[in-house]
Nanobody, 124 residues
């Protein structure tokens, strides 16, 4: 069982930056690939970024490429999402997720554990 707690969300002006953190419980964090997803009001939850268990492989959705960076610190059981050049369309609840595999995935159904989400609001 993995328990995930996100933090770092908030209100920021367009062009600003935020760093989201997701702290995970468990003793085998490096065996879990991690992902970030988001859900905007009135929209379905969508994939943002993912990272393999070792941190060596990452993949991003097109809207995140070049602006967001996913990383992890396995010694701290934490995954991060650095978000730069934020836009109003990035406004959403951001969720981190863990899967019982070291292989990253863009598919929500591949993830076994989810955090409660953290709100990110970008004002224009």
């Amino acid at each position: 069982q993995v328990h995930l707690v996100e933090s770092g969300g908030g209100l920021v002006q367009a062009g600003g930056s935020l760093r989201l953190s997701c702290a995970a419980s468990g003793r085998t964090f490096s065996s879990n690939a991690m992902g970030w997803f988001r859900q905007a009001p009135g929209k379905e939850r969508e994939f943002v970024a993912t990272i393999g268990g070792s941190g060596g492989f990452t993949y991003y959705a097109d809207p995140a490429k070049g602006r967001f960076t996913i990383s992890r610190d396995n010694a701290k059981n934490t995954v991060y999402l650095q978000m730069n050049s934020l836009k109003p369309e990035d406004t959403a609840v951001y969720y981190c997720a863990a899967r019982n595999s070291v292989v990253w995935s863009t598919t929500q159904q591949a993830y076994n554990y989810w955090g409660q989400g953290t709100q990110v609001t970008v004002s224009s």
